[in-house]
């Protein structure tokens, strides 16, 4: 997806009406990351019944967005609105929006979404205690929580994501060998894991010779050495051919290789969230995870596959086993099953009605208050 800067305005289509404005999204990193990806997915969905707009550098084209000078109608409430919703997800964020609130008196509610698992600094505390409302991406992060949130799930396009009709074929356009795949995707390294997933291959790959894997993904800087080792305890135990590393691919080719699997693993030692078992879920691609970030919230054990401890090459092992030891009645029965749990509860359009229900409490306390 083509990115752009929010201080200009190329595509007047993509600038709505600063004054009508109801919520805003800002997005104050100019890196990419899996906020910014969040934040890019949602809003357009959630702008197809409110009028919000993100703010910030370097958006995707097609998110609706406001430019900062766009800001001083922010004085104002909007139209039949008591005041704006300000949607931070970083500390930066929610700093900007109580200056623009408290200090410069502008007319907002601010919001916060917690994405981490783990105990708040007392700076970050302070920030969220100033919040009018806070959700959290998963129970475990809102446990974390000094104070009550709202829990909403990430979603994904399920139009983008969906399944193969032909997964041979699926294969063969990613020059891929007849296997049945087990993929695993993300930057390889320690933390997420990608060496308990190639030693429990190391032991069940030959037990299975119609099955195959597949690591997508790059290590970056000190992990190039640890991707290295992967490699070469695959070569010494011949599974070469069998166990493949195609390396990173564009986000936008992505569904196509999560169409390519038989079985996802998600292996990571530590996760904050982590969409991949979504995303190959909505696939129909049955998944194995760790019992880390919100993977116990998102996998259904026997339904949609199954959760192993952080770090465990034999449990691992055991459910690689137990999935590829099923007759096919029963892997299809559970790749229909993780495709329909995938729609059900993790599509954009329920984060997004989800997040805009948030807004509308928002607003209606500021009414009676």
């Known amino acids: 997806m083509a990115r752009g800067g929010s201080e200009l305005r190329p595509d007047p289509a993509n600038f709505p009406d600063p004054t009508r404005i109801e919520a805003v999204a800002p997005n104050l990193k100019r890196r990419l990351s899996g906020v910014t990806a969040t934040l890019e997915r949602v809003v357009p969905v959630q702008a197809r019944t409110l009028r919000i707009a993100a703010l910030g550098p370097k958006l995707a084209t097609g998110v609706p967005r406001i430019a900062w000078l766009d800001l001083r109608h922010f004085w104002q409430a909007p139209p039949d609105r008591p005041a704006r919703i300000w949607h931070a997800r970083r500390n930066i964020e929610m700093l900007a929006g109580i200056a623009l609130r408290d200090v410069l008196r502008m007319k907002l509610l601010l919001a916060f979404t917690s994405a981490s698992q783990r105990h708040h600094t007392a700076w970050t505390r302070f920030l969220i205690s100033r919040m009018d409302a806070v959700i959290s991406t998963s129970g475990k992060t809102a446990s974390y929580l000094k104070r009550p949130s709202t829990v909403i799930h990430h979603g994904i396009d399920a139009g983008t994501f969906h399944p193969a009709p032909d997964r041979a074929a699926a294969r063969a356009a990613l020059g891929l060998p007849d296997l049945r795949l087990i993929g695993c995707f993300g930057?390889?390294?320690p933390q997420k894991g990608t060496d308990v997933f190639v030693d429990a291959l190391l032991q069940v790959l030959p037990e299975h010779p119609g099955w195959g894997g597949v690591v997508l993904g790059r290590a970056v800087g000190a992990d190039a050495g640890f991707l290295e080792g992967l490699k070469a305890k695959v070569k010494a135990a011949g599974l070469q051919d069998r166990l493949l590393f195609p390396g990173e691919v564009e986000t936008s080719a992505?569904?196509?290789?999560?169409?390519?699997?038989d079985l996802y693993v998600a292996p990571q030692r530590w996760e904050g969230f982590g969409v991949t078992p979504i995303e190959a879920m909505a696939c129909g691609v049955p998944v194995i995870a760790t019992r880390v970030g919100a993977f116990e919230e998102l996998v259904v054990e026997g339904i949609t596959g199954a959760l192993v401890p952080p770090g465990d090459v034999a449990a691992m092992a055991a459910?690689?086993?137990?999935?590829?030891?099923?007759?096919?009645?029963?892997?299809?029965?559970?790749?229909?099953?993780?495709?329909?749990?995938?729609?059900a509860e993790f599509s954009l359009e329920r984060e997004a009605a989800r997040i805009n229900a948030v807004y509308e409490a928002m607003w209606d306390v500021a009414r009676r208050g």
């Open 187 to 189: 930057r390889i390294r």
């Open 319 to 343: 459910a690689l086993r137990g999935h590829l030891e099923r007759d096919d009645a029963a892997r299809t029965a559970m790749s229909g099953q993780a495709r329909a749990h995938a729609l």
């Open 254 to 261: 992505t569904p196509g290789w999560y169409r390519a699997l």
